[in-house]
């Protein structure tokens, strides 16, 4: 166990990011979650208005380094390419 006054500072710093970090994980997969069952149910309508917030989430989640760029670049693209597969519109290769 640390001992330096410094050390056990850090140690509470740690555990409050840990909550932090795990809240907005879980947030970020939850939004990805509704978006995905949207797609399920082929509803284009609610799918349409989830986008754009789930892409706020995720970026926001790359930013704060809940997920690395790469990650969330690869999320938004797949989810990208299953609205417009959804909405008829070809998808880009």
Do not use: C
Not at 34 to 52: C, G, M, S, Y
């Amino acid at each position: 166990m640390a001992n330096h006054f410094a050390s056990l500072k850090r140690i509470r710093i740690t555990e409050r990011r840990t909550l932090v970090n795990r809240m907005r994980r879980s947030r970020m997969r939850l939004a990805v979650r509704n978006l995905r069952k949207a797609f399920e149910k082929k509803d284009v309508q609610a799918a349409a208005t989830l986008v754009p917030a789930t892409f706020s989430i995720i970026d926001r989640a790359a930013k704060w380094g809940i997920i690395k760029d790469n990650t969330a670049a690869r999320y938004k693209a797949r989810i990208h390419q299953r609205l417009k597969s959804l909405s008829g519109t070809p998808a880009a290769a």
